[in-house]
């Protein structure tokens, strides 16, 4: 029997839940997973967002990255406005099940900035923050 | 004048935030961005978390990365324990602030359990709940 919608189940053991095969999400008290999305070609970081449970089994079940928009507060398929959908490729899970990793393929900038990364800035760790961001290219 | 316990500003226009030089972190309602470290070698993901104002203020100043541990409430800094501090290299910012990509040496396994990455297990999108994770590795 499939189940496609997981659900929280914090009768797991720890250990079962660092080391097993079942995939047991650890969604925050918002009902939040943090997911992160790579280049699967050039493992640059391109979105960092969440997801809820309806979120990720349509992520699942359609192959196209969907997030939670918090901001919006509805759920989000990456690319519905754009056209650049976020083909996933490889899903990675962490030790403790809060977090995904998705290696995606790209179908054109991935930023609502037109950027190919939400990530085109460097941070000086040493500057005034009036002036501490600068592109990420230079 | 330094400025290096950043707060909100939700004065700062949404063209500003996204477009400007200067760092104007956009802490969630529990006054924490997403962190995302990755080996500033292979690129990989090593481990997701969270930051507060003093754990970003603190990373910025040591060089080494700090969290704000949700479960344990309290400041983290990584490698306190096992001795596996994360150098910072580099430090990204996305389009609307909200979140960190730190490209980091790693000074030994990231992951508490002793693996390099947190992220050692795929998920087969496909499979049943109870044995869909595999090792990332094979």
Not at 65 to 76: E, I, N, P, Q
């Given at each position: 029997m499939r189940s496609r919608q997981p659900v929280n189940d914090n009768s797991v053991s720890r250990e079962e839940r660092e080391s097993g095969s079942r995939f047991v999400p650890k969604f925050d008290s918002n009902g939040l997973l943090t997911a992160v999305v790579v280049d699967?070609?050039?493992?640059?970081?391109l979105v960092v967002a969440f997801m809820n449970a309806e979120a990720l089994a349509r992520t699942r079940e359609s192959g196209n990255v969907h997030f939670w928009s918090r901001s919006r507060g509805r759920l989000w398929l990456k690319g519905e406005t754009s056209g650049n959908f976020l083909k996933v490729e490889k899903m990675l899970v962490d030790c403790d099940q809060d977090a995904l990793v998705i290696h995606a393929s790209p179908?054109?900038?991935?930023?609502?900035?037109?950027?190919?990364?939400?990530?085109?800035r460097r941070l000086?760790?040493?500057?005034?923050?009036?002036?501490?961001l600068f592109s990420a290219s230079r």
């Amino acid at each position: 029997m499939r189940s496609r919608q997981p659900v929280n189940d914090n009768s797991v053991s720890r250990e079962e839940r660092e080391s097993g095969s079942r995939f047991v999400p650890k969604f925050d008290s918002n009902g939040l997973l943090t997911a992160v999305v790579v280049d699967v070609d050039s493992k640059d970081v391109l979105v960092v967002a969440f997801m809820n449970a309806e979120a990720l089994a349509r992520t699942r079940e359609s192959g196209n990255v969907h997030f939670w928009s918090r901001s919006r507060g509805r759920l989000w398929l990456k690319g519905e406005t754009s056209g650049n959908f976020l083909k996933v490729e490889k899903m990675l899970v962490d030790c403790d099940q809060d977090a995904l990793v998705i290696h995606a393929s790209p179908d054109g900038p991935t930023c609502h900035t037109g950027a190919r990364s939400c990530f085109y800035r460097r941070l000086d760790p040493d500057a005034d923050d009036a002036s501490a961001l600068f592109s990420a290219s230079r």
